[in-house]
């Protein structure tokens, strides 16, 4: 998984990037937790979402907001890092033009940026937010969602609260032409210690279903 640079609004960006196996590969870009609370592209959860799509022949990207690692820049509350996600994206796009498919997947304030990008970006097709902060970002702008995904919940989530993540699946389930699925990860907290193998279980039933030749959700 090599280390690149590339640029972003505000300067270089640190990334990992792992090409395509093939042309017409899928992309896949992974987005890391909060800067402020130590989070990075090397997140436990970021670096196991970034393997598995990487296994499936995806290019895969993951990297470091603005002021995390060697990104350049410094925090900005979402709206810079957002700004980065789509540099980030359109950097990957310009080794893929002829992708078939492109996947978004974001862990808490990252799965927030994410959810936000794929409103702006018609060509993501699928999303998989992991613990989104929904009693602490609005969310409101999903309206509404462009394509269908995975929100995964931890039971015993004290960050993103599993009642504020139900409320969201459920507006989010009241739209027409998408599918949300809603998986709840027994016992984990915010950052899935105990948990990553049902975590990531989760994860690979999800894409086994979406990207089978035959699944009735495109």
């Not at 609004?9 to 992974?30: K, T």
């Not at 509350?77 to 974001?106: C, K, M, R, Y």
């Not at 060509?123 to 394509?147: H, K, Q, W």
Request: neutral net charge; contains cysteine.
């Amino acid at each position: 998984m090599p280390e690149v640079i590339f640029p972003g609004p505000e300067g270089r960006l640190e990334g990992r990037f792992a090409p395509a196996p093939r042309p017409r590969a899928p992309v896949a870009m992974i987005l890391h937790p909060h800067p402020s609370s130590g989070g990075t592209m090397n997140n436990r959860i970021v670096q196991e979402l970034y393997k598995t799509f990487q296994r499936r022949g995806f290019a895969t990207l993951r990297f470091n907001f603005r002021g995390v690692g060697k990104s350049q820049g410094t925090f900005d509350n979402g709206v810079g890092e957002l700004s980065d996600a789509a540099s980030a994206l359109d950097w990957v796009q310009s080794f893929h033009p002829e992708a078939q498919q492109t996947w978004i997947a974001g862990v808490s304030f990252g799965a927030w940026i994410g959810m936000q990008l794929l409103m702006r970006r018609p060509e993501i097709r699928g999303f998989i937010s992991v613990a989104p902060p929904a009693n602490m970002y609005d969310f409101t702008f999903l309206a509404p969602c462009p394509s269908s995904g995975i929100i995964i919940q931890g039971e015993g989530d004290e960050v993103a609260t599993p009642a504020a993540t139900q409320k969201l699946v459920d507006k989010l389930r009241t739209q027409k032409h998408i599918t949300i699925h809603h998986d709840t990860i027994p016992k984990a907290n915010h950052f899935f210690e105990h948990e990553m193998p049902q975590l990531m279980g989760s994860v690979d039933k999800y894409l086994d279903m979406r990207l089978d030749p035959n699944s009735p959700i495109r």
